[in-house]
C-alpha cells in the first residue's frame, strides 16, 4: 500500500477539524451557560441571604455583631445574597468605624460572612470632649458602651480655646474617627511615653497631662502640668500609702524634669513618712534649673 493511498483528503480532514471545532465550542458554551445559570440561581436562591456573621477580634476589644451588621448596612428585612456580596466595599465600610482599625472578611457558604477585625486600643481619654479615647496614634474614638471600664490617665489640649491653624489644630478638631495633629498633643504623649519607661516598681500613675498652656502668649503662663498617683510602702507598714503630685513642667526641658522628678521622689517619700496626710496634692514647679519649689 503506498503511503499517498494513507492520507486523508483535505476536504474530509478540514470537515473533522470544522466538527472538533464546533463540539468544543458547543461544550464550551454549554458549560458557559450551565455555569451562568448556577451563578443566577444562586443569586436569586433565598438559602444564600446573609444570615449569620461570625467574628473573631485578633487585637482589642470585641464588639457585638450588631455593630458590626450596622456598619455594613446588613439586617434581616433586607436580605443580601451571600455571592452577590462585594468583600472589599464591607472592608471599606467597615473601616469607616471610629473603633475598628483592621478588617479583613471572607464568605462561608451558603449563608454567613465571617469578619477577623482589631479594635483600636485606648491609652487615655481626651478630656476636652466627653465620652472620647484616643489611641497612641493620636486617633479619636468612643469609649462608651464599647470598652470594659477602666483607669486611663487623661490628655487635655485645650481644643476651646484653639483657633484654627494654630498649635496644628482646626476648628472642630476631637471629631471621632479622626486624628489629632499638633504640638500639644505630641508632647502630651511623649510625656505619657517617658513615664511608662520608668521602673515599673515606682507604681506611678499618670492622672492626667495638661499641655493647654504650652502655647501661651506670655511666657510665664507657659507650662505643662502633670498630675501623678504615687503609691509606696514602708517597711514597717502593711497598708499602701498613696501621694499625689501636680508637676509643673516647661515645654522644652520636660523630659530632664521628669528625670529630676524621678530623682526628687526619694526624699519626697522620706518626708511623706513623717507626715500622716500623704493624700494631700503637693505641687512641685520643676521649670527653673537644678530647682525645685514644692507647696
Not at 443580601?80 to 483592621?102: C, F, G, M, R
Amino acid at each position: 500500500m503506498n503511503q499517498s493511498d494513507t492520507k486523508i483528503p483535505i476536504g474530509k480532514a478540514l470537515a473533522i477539524i470544522l466538527a472538533s471545532l464546533c463540539v468544543s465550542l458547543g461544550l464550551g458554551l454549554g458549560g458557559f451557560f450551565w455555569i451562568k445559570k448556577i451563578r443566577e440561581d444562586r443569586f436569586k436562591d433565598p438559602k444564600f441571604n446573609i444570615i449569620a456573621i461570625a467574628q473573631v477580634c485578633a487585637k482589642g476589644q470585641n464588639l457585638k455583631t450588631g455593630y458590626l451588621a450596622e456598619w455594613l448596612d446588613l439586617s434581616i428585612d433586607k436580605p443580601v445574597n451571600l455571592y452577590h456580596y462585594n468583600l472589599q466595599d464591607a472592608k471599606t465600610k467597615l473601616l469607616e468605624s471610629p473603633l475598628i482599625h483592621w478588617a479583613e472578611l471572607k464568605k462561608i457558604p451558603p449563608n454567613t460572612l465571617y469578619i477577623e477585625y482589631e479594635t483600636r486600643e485606648p491609652i487615655a481619654f481626651l478630656d476636652d470632649v466627653k465620652n472620647t479615647a484616643i489611641d497612641s496614634q493620636g486617633f479619636l474614638f468612643p469609649y462608651k458602651p464599647f470598652f470594659t471600664p477602666q483607669r486611663l490617665p487623661k490628655i487635655y489640649i485645650g481644643i476651646s480655646d484653639i483657633e484654627e491653624g494654630i498649635s496644628g489644630l482646626k476648628q472642630g478638631a476631637g471629631t471621632w474617627g479622626e486624628s489629632l495633629p499638633g504640638y500639644r498633643i505630641d508632647m502630651a504623649f511623649k510625656i505619657y511615653k517617658l513615664l511608662k519607661q520608668y521602673d515599673p516598681t515606682y507604681e506611678i500613675n499618670v492622672i492626667k497631662i495638661d499641655t493647654s498652656k504650652a502655647s501661651a502668649l506670655s511666657f510665664g503662663q507657659r507650662e505643662i502640668v502633670v498630675i501623678l498617683e504615687d503609691h509606696f510602702t514602708f517597711d514597717d507598714e502593711k497598708k499602701p500609702r498613696i501621694q499625689n503630685y501636680a508637676l509643673r513642667l516647661s515645654t522644652d526641658k520636660f523630659a530632664q524634669e521628669l528625670a529630676n522628678f524621678i530623682v526628687l521622689r526619694k526624699e519626697l517619700v522620706k518626708c511623706t513618712q513623717i507626715h500622716s496626710d500623704s493624700k494631700m496634692l503637693s505641687v512641685i514647679d520643676l521649670r527653673l534649673l537644678d530647682l525645685a519649689f514644692i507647696h
